[in-house]
């Protein structure tokens, strides 16, 4: 009688923290350089770049729209490598198959981990600075990761995969059906406006404090919902590519990512013709046509840096990646990087023709902040959130 062999812990991707610090590469700094070579050189590409590098007032979308549900779509990606060793010390195949004694201590820890983000996306919000209740805006982009996470990790924990994929389509067309047809009073059903949509309403409605556009919210109450889904896209992901079978070697998985982005861009798009697609209401579209996206960027960076062995091109972004969350807080407001930069590179930055003087600042800032990232990684120091 043979003892089956145990079930071995899953190996961390590189190719995920690269992805994730290309993604959070853009909002510490990586936009302004864009912008100042844009202004500077006046190149039809960098310009159009630059004007990726913004977001859309309210329906169509940019680059810059995809950061965070890129970052969120990541999130849900390593749910099932992250909870690999505790599925793997259980001596069970899947989440769902976990004791309640051990969900329960699962649960506490992304309950803990939750209440912190938001928190921490209050604190970047300014509620430090004591504005008072009227003034203190609750909803925030960490606050809504966290809530996403939580509710899509709920899910991995408690359905196969097949409840997952019910849950997955039963919110992006619950959240369809209440926009289109739920009547908000004084606009009547499927306004989707800044003013009139259901998701304003009930932020204006249930949402504590101060609302980002007074009217609106674009982290609210009501588009967290659909947001649940982009991160069980990335449960999905996370799952398939830790699953393995000799039928699928890693190269072909990467293929097939790739296959089902350009399938879930049509599927946004098509449906953009009802629902259009929008970042501040994170609409169903939007769901499939960024976590199309998603995949295809992931894929792309799974095949290069995990299948065929180039790493070395991605290590700043690795450096990025390991500590996504304390870089956003300090580029946020927490560390001034500008003022560092200036004192140690402004000399030479002087140096340099006038006109190009601000992107060799832009530049500077960027290399105090890799350095920075530098020097945490090299010493193992990590925020674990």
Not at 14 to 34: C, H, N, P, T, Y
Not at 126 to 143: C, D, I, Q, W
Not at 168 to 187: D, E, K, N, S, T
């Amino acid at each position: 009688m043979t003892t089956p062999s145990p079930i071995q812990p899953i190996k961390r991707l590189v190719s995920l923290d690269a992805l994730r610090g290309f993604d959070m590469f853009w909002i510490m700094s990586g936009e302004q350089i864009v912008h100042t070579l844009a202004k500077v050189t006046q190149w039809p590409v960098l310009l159009w770049f630059s004007g990726q590098l913004h977001h859309t007032v309210w329906n169509g979308i940019t680059f810059y729209d995809m950061i965070f549900p890129l970052f969120l779509f990541i999130a849900g990606v390593s749910m099932p490598y992250s909870m690999g060793n505790k599925i793997a010390k259980a001596g069970v195949q899947s989440a769902n198959q976990l004791s309640a004694k051990t969900k329960r201590g699962i649960y506490l820890s992304m309950l803990r981990r939750t209440l912190i983000l938001i928190l921490l996306g209050m604190v970047v919000n300014g509620a430090l600075k004591f504005n008072g209740y009227e003034n203190t805006r609750f909803a925030s982009v960490l606050g809504r990761i966290g809530l996403a996470w939580f509710f899509a990790g709920l899910i991995y924990l408690n359905f196969n995969l097949r409840g997952q994929i019910i849950w997955f389509v039963g919110i992006l067309i619950g959240y369809w059906a209440a926009m289109l047809f739920i009547p908000v009073p004084g606009y009547g059903a499927g306004v989707l406006t800044m003013r009139g949509s259901l998701e304003s309403y009930i932020d204006r409605l249930l949402l504590p404090g101060r609302l980002h556009d007074k009217i609106h919210d674009p982290e609210g109450i009501l588009s967290t919902i659909p947001a649940i889904g982009t991160a069980l896209l990335g449960v999905f992901t996370g799952s398939f590519l830790k699953w393995q079978s000799p039928r699928w070697p890693m190269y072909k998985k990467g293929l097939l990512l790739f296959g089902a982005g350009l399938v879930l861009i049509a599927l946004g798009l098509l449906w953009n013709a009802e629902f259009p697609i929008n970042k501040r209401l994170w609409s169903s579209s939007f769901v499939l046509y960024v976590g199309g996206w998603s995949l295809i960027l992931l894929s792309i960076f799974y095949l290069v840096i995990d299948v065929a062995g180039a790493k070395k091109w991605a290590i700043p972004f690795v450096w990025i990646g390991t500590n996504s969350i304390l870089i956003y807080l300090c580029s946020e407001g927490l560390v001034d990087f500008g003022h560092t930069a200036d004192y140690l590179l402004g000399g030479l930055v002087h140096l340099t023709p006038l006109a190009w003087q601000a992107v060799w600042t832009a530049v500077s800032v960027t290399l105090i902040q890799l350095l920075f990232l530098y020097m945490l990684y090299r010493n193992k120091l990590f925020l674990k959130v």
